[in-house]
Each structure stands twice: as C-alpha cells, then as structure tokens.
C-alpha cells in the first residue's frame, strides 16, 4: 500500500505530484547549475583553481537533472524502476551535501576565528556576528530544501509502490457482494478480479423420509 495517496496539498493524485516534483527538481536544478558554472568560469578567468566543493555540487547537479528527465519518464511510460533511481540518487546526493556542507562550516569557522583573533572590540563583533549569520542562512535554506526533498521522495516513491502493486496485482478493482433474500445488508465480500453479483438465499425445507 502506498505511503500517500494524495500530494501536493491534496489536489493531485501521486502520478501528478511525481511529475511536479520532476519539473521543480529540473527548474531547481537548472538554477544551480547556471549559478556554480559562473562562479567556477569567475574563479578559473581571475587564476584561481575550482574548488573540490564546486566540482562535486556541480556533478550532483547534472546527475539530478538526468534523473529528474528519467523520472519523468518513468511516470509517463509507467516504469517503476525509474522512479526507484531518482529517489535512490536523491537521497544519496542530498547526503553527499550535508557532509559538504558540514565541512564548509568548519573552514569557515575557522576563517572567521583567525580573522575575528586579529581584531577586537566592534570590529571581531562585527566579523563573529556576520559569519555566523551567513552560517545560519546556509543551514535554514538547506534545511527548508530538505524538507522538501523527504516530501518529493515519498511522493514518487508512492507511485512507484502504486504501479508495483498493480504489476502484482494487489490493487482493487471489483467487488462481489453477498446478500440474503428478506434481509437488510450486513456484511459484503469483495474478491479481486470478480464481477458484481447478487446472490439470493431461498428458504427451503426439508423433510426426513
């Protein structure tokens, strides 16, 4: 059974939702990869050398917009599996992020620190406070992009749990219901596969000879 039903505040069902979250990840993705290749042509035409952390943001990007296309794919051709590699890729690049950015916040701190030790009073106040209010900023964005992704993951990994039940069979589709003639309804068995029917109970009597 699927972990959701519905997505997107409930005005679409999973298969819908699964497709706005491939767009969203796609235009998403579309942004960070404009914005780190300028800064990585900025570093590379003033002499600098590309940071390891720009290379690899840059590879997670492009692997996200390749399986944000299979995605959709996958739901237009009904291809589960699909769906399964775009929330595998997810979550394994969202935790490639986090220990980035883990260890983008330690090498700052430390610049703030040697740059805040150099000075006193207002100015390393100045300096702590406006290091770690960009700190801050970083983590609540990544924060509020990961909230969204443990949404958008469970939206596409509902759909793919719908279309392997129905590849199994495990989704219903029909009734039957049993009734007894001279009775008000009381209980109704539903079988996979079946057409409605009506079954009437006549009363009979038997006699021993």
């Known amino acids: 059974m699927a972990i959701l039903q519905r997505s997107c505040c409930g005005c679409c069902d999973v298969k819908g939702g699964s497709i706005a979250v491939a767009i969203i990840w796609m235009v998403l993705t579309v942004i960070g990869l404009g914005y780190t290749g300028w800064g990585i042509s900025v570093v590379t035409a003033l002499g600098g050398a590309v940071r390891p952390t720009d290379a690899v943001t840059l590879t997670i990007y492009v692997v996200t917009l390749?399986?944000?296309?299979?995605?959709?794919?996958?739901?237009?051709k009904e291809t589960r599996q699909l769906?399964?590699?775009?929330?595998?890729v997810i979550i394994i690049s969202m935790v490639v992020e986090l220990i980035m950015y883990i260890y983008v916040t330690v090498v700052v701190m430390g610049i703030i620190s040697a740059y805040a030790a150099g000075?006193?009073?207002?100015?390393?106040?100045?300096?702590?406070?406006?290091?770690l209010g960009g700190i801050i900023a970083v983590w609540v964005i990544w924060g509020i992009f990961f909230i969204l992704t443990v949404y958008g993951c469970?939206?596409?990994?509902?759909?793919y749990q719908n279309l392997r039940d129905a590849a199994l069979g495990l989704l219903p589709q029909q009734g039957m219901v049993v009734m007894?003639?001279?009775?008000?309804?009381?209980?109704?068995?539903?079988m996979m596969g079946q057409p409605v029917m009506?079954?009437?109970q006549q009363e009979t009597k038997t006699q021993a000879y």
């Open 180 to 190: 007894q003639q001279g009775m008000a309804p009381q209980q109704g068995m539903v």
């Open 198 to 200: 009506v079954v009437n």
């Open 119 to 131: 000075t006193s009073g207002d100015t390393q106040a100045a300096i702590v406070g406006a290091g």
């Open 83 to 88: 769906l399964l590699v775009w929330v595998v």
């Open 154 to 159: 469970l939206v596409v990994y509902s759909h």
């Open 66 to 76: 390749i399986v944000s296309i299979l995605l959709i794919i996958g739901v237009v």
